[in-house]
């Protein structure tokens, strides 16, 4: 059988790889504290799963939905946005329902990017960016670092992209953007029309301390933003999401999926209208606070624990990830853990610009972190 170049031209996927040896550790009976996937481990609230029950028994959620969208659950995600961001959305023409954001991600590449192409990937990040939206679309990836002395934001290029992604809360590292990113990233938006600028804000509700994510919509409508319910909602499972911003854009989408899939099942479209409806303005639901104020105490005890250890940890107000680094080369530390029943993520996973970091994902019970930080303590 001869597979495809662009097939054959993309790494193995990192998650992948983890699953599988996490596999072979459970075999081995070693108790497994699994902290590589950020897969929640706290339910989803109760409101999301009774809207899901009530919905089911819609007299049209059956039938095949719109590629685009519901155009109810359009408007409520407009008025979502208007309420958190202070941002004017047209539902009929700047918001596209996704099946969950990587689908959303990988199908706007196909929209844009020719053979040959440059697409502008931050390093380290979510791999996505570049195996989906550079490597399976015959294009070539050129990543952008992001280091520690730039508080983990690129030197934005000077130009000849057909695509840029960026996001922020980041993953892998957790970094927030600081203040006047924004702006400059909607400076080069502006300046670079050959260049589509995609942003994906999949931990934007995912935050602490006061602290609430911008989108880039606020500084320019010449971009793309991605929005997830995985983690606002613990609903990985579901995949759910919308992408939002220019028209041209997001109706190209939309025509696309309509090639492609038959879009998101309204049920589950409608329960995330449904939790979007909860918000008063930028404040969460009471149980989505609950539940970001459990990650916050997570991250708290584990940046405190590290630091402990001697490792380098990059302390942030978001994300459920924790980003340190262990030395020139994480590997000998991954392996060492593993053999204590504890999976990290190796950094170098996200690109080369991740060497010698490890991630962290808190979503293990606050005791089992516990038992991960004490040994951990013994390598």
Request: glycine residues 8%; aromatic residues 10%; hydrophobic residues 40%.
């Amino acid at each position: 059988m001869k597979f495809s170049d662009r097939y054959l031209s993309l790494p193995p996927y990192l998650f992948a790889g983890l699953e599988k040896r996490a596999s072979q550790i459970k075999q081995q009976g070693l108790d497994l504290i699994h902290m590589g996937i950020g897969d929640p481990d706290l339910p989803p609230p109760d409101f999301f799963v009774e809207s899901l029950r009530r919905h089911l028994a819609d007299p049209d959620a059956h039938l095949y939905p719109t590629s685009q969208g519901d155009p109810e659950v359009r408007r409520a995600i407009s008025l979502w946005f208007k309420g958190r961001f202070g941002v004017d959305l047209d539902p009929e023409t700047e918001i596209c329902v996704v099946i969950g954001a990587k689908e959303g991600l990988a199908n706007l590449t196909r929209i844009f990017v020719n053979p040959g192409d440059r697409v502008a990937v931050p390093d380290p990040a979510y791999p996505v960016y570049a195996q989906a939206g550079a490597l399976l679309n015959d294009a070539h990836p050129v990543a952008l670092p992001l280091i520690p002395e730039r508080g983990f934001v690129p030197q934005l290029p000077d130009g000849g992209f057909r695509m840029l992604f960026l996001n922020y809360p980041n993953n892998p590292t957790g970094a927030i953007a600081p203040p006047g990113f924004m702006e400059e990233l909607a400076a080069f938006a502006d300046s670079h029309p050959e260049t589509v600028v995609v942003h994906d804000a999949a931990y934007s509700e995912m935050t602490f301390g006061g602290y609430q994510s911008p989108s880039i919509l606020q500084f320019t409508r010449r971009a793309v933003e991605i929005h997830s319910m995985s983690k606002l909602f613990n609903a990985t499972g579901f995949r759910i999401g919308f992408a939002v911003g220019k028209t041209e854009y997001i109706m190209a989408l939309a025509a696309l999926k309509a090639q492609l899939d038959s879009g998101a099942p309204v049920f589950i479209q409608r329960a995330m209208a449904d939790g979007l409806a909860r918000y008063q303005g930028a404040i969460p639901p009471p149980e989505v606070r609950q539940n970001l104020a459990e990650y916050e105490r997570r991250r708290k005890f584990v940046e405190v624990e590290l630091d402990k250890i001697g490792w380098k940890v990059l302390r942030s107000a978001a994300t459920f990830y924790v980003w340190a680094r262990v030395g020139d080369d994480e590997m000998p530390i991954v392996n060492a853990a593993m053999e204590k029943g504890v999976i990290l993520t190796p950094g170098r996973g996200f690109g080369t610009s991740g060497m010698g970091y490890v991630r962290l994902a808190l979503s293990q019970p606050y005791d089992r972190l516990q038992e991960a930080m004490a040994r951990l303590r013994k390598l």
